[in-house]
């Protein structure tokens, strides 16, 4: 797609400008490939070439040495050279310091058409990361507490950039770091042994185990002493206790078996989980090390890494013994990258961590530890709602992600109803958990993740406009087009049996959907699958403008075939680009 064509033209314009510089490494196709970019417009051309580093060398105007290649390419142009005709430059034309490049309407609807039809699933993927892992820690809730709708920004934003990576060609372990250690799991168990048999946790595990945990903290409030047996009891499990180390296992199998259930509802898979006490044996080696670099100090009690002036200390062991959150990531940072081999170590987590991961970055950096360069803190905002409700687990008082995703459910059951009565009681409850929960998700991900995000239901649930149903309902389009097509005419003849597409609406959609390849590439790169989110928008508008202004079926026969074609790969990129930001593509609405 857009990848090749840009390879392609930096060896072809290496090959034809390698005359003009004593200095070669300007104008390697490595150098070149780097600097060619698609312009915003297509009236200029498909791609830009910036000719500044050039001109410097020259010691000319830039504008001048634009003029000078496109001279040079357009003779080669007219002369029907045979490596202009390969790659399909038709134009070259100066535009200050910019050389525009513009490609024949046939050698670009080629591309497109022959990528959709041998890629397949594996449409606009790379090799870029070919023999590298990408360990990548999301969603990971804590033990007993309920998913709320804050946790849907980690998950989300995790899975999709987990599945952005798998397309850069990445093997990626997805890692759930599970809340499961602490002293609230010595509350937790005290409170099952007080009050445990007044609940069903039989037959309602998970319910009976957030009840317990609210109660708590409710007599808590009244009673301070409850506080001190939750300590003493948390001490038992620390200290091997066996009855208390099988509760806490109830604990995190009920948890786990609960997040599974919206997890597979999301589209959500870990690989591993290696929650918070996963890390319990390798505390006292990390500190030891530490010691060993000469770096810990004592700060009244308590033990520190001194960070300078750049941030706090990092705090590594409490006054009391205990260890902390940073003493923990600091052991799994190295378990990460050393035992997971993680060529990219990735966090997703929110912004309110920034300054723990700095400091936990930091202290990995003055150990020497040089692959600290490559773990990166995904940061993103908060959740905001109009009704300005301010969430607390402990009290019972949030928006449980559950009751978001039901609700979604339940909308745009109603929607799909009365737009389409005629579907089956089946395909609208299944529609309707597709388009629903793909809503919710793609919500979450349209803005750019450092952001926060204002919870809308007028717009996450609408067909028009900036909506996942709208991606959803443009994709349904193609896809009913092309059964039409199927039903009445047979298979989509390959690109070498169709027409030459050259309408400005044929264009502009070919030329944005041959950019998915460098859209998936460049989400990844910055980690913010907006890019994609924003660009399936973008996709969806221009095949909108090209539904509305061409005839499609019903137009003469090497025309309709070939604006079919164009249709079959608006609707491939639709599906592909949804399913890597994990929501499901419905082929009925």
């Not at 089946?426 to 809503?439: H, T």
Request: net charge neutral; hydrophobic share 40%.
């Amino acid at each position: 797609m857009l990848r090749r064509l840009r390879h392609e033209t930096a060896d072809y314009l290496a090959n034809e400008l390698r005359n003009l510089l004593p200095d070669q490494n300007l104008i390697s196709a490595e150098n070149l490939v780097a600097v060619l970019e698609p312009p915003k417009k297509l009236d200029h051309g498909h791609l830009a070439f910036p000719v500044f580093p050039l001109a410097k060398q020259l010691r000319q105007p830039p504008a001048l040495v634009a003029s000078q290649i496109a001279a040079l390419l357009k003779s080669r142009i007219d002369a029907n050279a045979e490596s202009t005709k390969a790659i399909g430059l038709v134009r070259a034309e100066p535009a200050g310091g910019f050389l525009n490049l513009t490609f024949s309407d046939e050698s670009m609807q080629s591309r497109l058409f022959h990528a959709v039809a041998t890629e397949g699933d594996r449409l606009g993927y790379s090799s870029l990361g070919r023999g590298q892992r990408v360990v990548i820690d999301y969603s990971s809730p804590n033990v007993a507490k309920p998913m709320h709708v804050g946790h849907l920004r980690a998950t989300a934003i995790g899975q999709a950039i987990r599945n952005l990576a798998e397309t850069q060609g990445y093997e990626v372990t997805g890692l759930n770091h599970l809340g499961d250690w602490g002293v609230q799991f010595g509350k937790l168990a005290w409170a099952f042994r007080e009050w445990g048999s007044q609940y069903d946790f039989k037959g309602q595990p998970f319910k009976s185990l957030f009840d317990i945990y609210v109660r708590f903290h409710e007599e808590a409030e009244k009673n301070p002493e409850l506080e001190a047996k939750g300590s003493l009891v948390f001490k038992e499990l620390e200290q091997g206790s066996r009855d208390v180390e099988e509760i806490w296992k109830m604990f995190v199998k009920i948890s786990l078996v609960e997040y599974q259930r919206l997890w597979d509802l999301l589209g959500v898979k870990h690989d591993l989980v290696r929650g918070e006490s996963f890390y319990n044996d390798r505390l006292k080696p990390v500190e030891d090390m530490l010691a060993g670099k000469g770096l810990l100090k004592e700060s009244e009690g308590a033990v520190v890494v001194d960070l300078g002036e750049e941030m706090p200390p990092c705090l590594i062991r409490k006054s009391d013994g205990a260890s902390l959150y940073a003493t923990r990531d600091l052991a799994s940072a190295m378990y990460r990258m050393t035992e997971l081999k993680a060529d990219l170590n990735l966090y997703v987590v929110g912004f309110d961590q920034s300054l723990h991961f700095k400091q936990v970055f930091k202290v990995l950096e003055l150990a020497g530890f040089d692959w600290v360069k490559n773990c990166h803190h995904i940061s993103f905002g908060l959740y905001r709602f109009k009704e300005g409700m301010k969430m607390s687990t402990r009290k019972g008082n949030v928006i449980f992600l559950e009751d978001v995703l039901n609700q979604a459910i339940d909308r745009t059951a109603k929607l799909i109803a009365a737009k389409n009565p005629l579907l089956s009681a089946a395909e609208q409850k299944s529609i309707a958990q597709d388009v629903g929960v793909g809503a919710v998700i793609f919500g979450d991900l349209l803005f750019d993740r450092v952001k926060n995000v204002e919870f809308d239901w007028e717009r996450i649930l609408s067909f028009e406009g900036d909506s996942g149903p709208y991606v959803q309902y443009m994709y349904v389009r193609c896809a009913s087009l092309v059964r039409k097509y199927k039903d009445e005419r047979g298979k989509i003849p390959a690109q070498t049996d169709v027409a030459c597409l050259s309408q400005p609406d044929e264009r502009e959609l070919i030329r944005i959907l041959l950019g998915y390849d460098e859209t998936l590439a460049a989400a990844f790169r910055i980690f913010k699958p907006n890019i994609l989110a924003q660009y399936l928008l973008e996709v969806c508008a221009a095949f909108s403008r090209f539904y509305h202004n061409n005839r499609i079926l019903g137009e003469a026969s090497e025309i309709e075939t070939s604006r079919m074609a164009l249709v079959q790969a608006t609707q491939a990129v639709l599906f592909q680009g949804l399913r890597n930001l994990s929501i499901r593509a419905p082929e009925k609405m």
